[in-house]
């Protein structure tokens, strides 16, 4: 499962329903995009919301967006 910016973000904001969606989902592994990590990070509000958002990211694995995968879309 490859989670997008909002996803994150609502369950950075603690939103009690994407929580109980994402806690639904079977799999215990998931995926962020390097691209999404950079947007996650640039709607930080100060340095204390930077280190709780890479200590959110850190739950997931990341995956570098390269030219190969770009070319997908």
């Known amino acids: 499962m ?3 910016t909002t996803v994150l973000i609502e369950l950075y904001r603690v939103n009690h329903e994407t929580k109980e ?10 995926y962020v995009s ?3 990590v950079a947007e996650f990070l ?3 509000r100060d340095k204390e919301d930077i280190f709780k958002i ?3 990211i850190e739950k997931y694995t990341v ?10 879309f």
């Open 34 to 36: 390097s691209i999404t």
């Open 42 to 44: 640039v709607g930080a």
């Open 63 to 72: 995956i570098p967006i390269n030219a190969n995968i770009a070319s997908c």
């Open 54 to 56: 890479k200590k959110q």
């Open 21 to 30: 969606k994402v806690e639904a989902i079977t799999s215990n592994v998931f």
């Open 2 to 4: 490859i989670f997008d």
